[in-house]
């Protein structure tokens, strides 16, 4: 079994910044990805960037390539999303999921995974 814990959400002012922290706990040794995905209100969720846990490559939505990073904590079980240039098209809650069985062409799709963490709200507005 695997749990995630997201944080770091919060408001923020258009052109800001945030980073937002996954910690992924349980059964961690074969997981193969982590990814972001985002839910504002009234819309499905979608596809925001994704890790391959084990090669580093990551994938990003169009929208946000040139403005959010992936990276992997030093303890090698966390994952942090640093979000600048932020628009308001970016508000909703952020999930953060992952799984053990994830193939590089199925990064972007939120049924891949079978664990998400509760999620976290980002706000960007003035």
């Known amino acids: 079994q695997v749990q995630l814990v997201e944080s770091g959400g919060g408001l923020v002012q258009p052109g800001g910044s945030l980073r937002l922290s996954c910690v992924v706990s349980?059964?961690?040794?074969?997981?193969?990805?982590m990814a972001w995905f985002r839910q504002a209100p009234g819309k499905n969720r979608e596809f925001v960037a994704a890790?391959?846990?084990?090669?580093?490559?990551?994938r990003y939505a169009e929208s946000v390539k040139g403005r959010f990073t992936l990276s992997k904590g030093n303890d090698r079980n966390t994952e942090y999303l640093q979000m600048n240039s932020l628009h308001p098209e970016n508000t909703g809650v952020y999930y953060c999921a992952t799984d053990q069985t994830i193939v590089t062409s199925s990064m972007a799709t939120d049924h891949a995974y079978d664990y998400w963490g509760q999620g976290t709200q980002v706000t960007v507005s003035s």
């Open positions: 349980g059964t961690t040794g074969s997981i193969t990805a």
């Open positions: 890790l391959n846990w084990s090669g580093g490559s990551t």
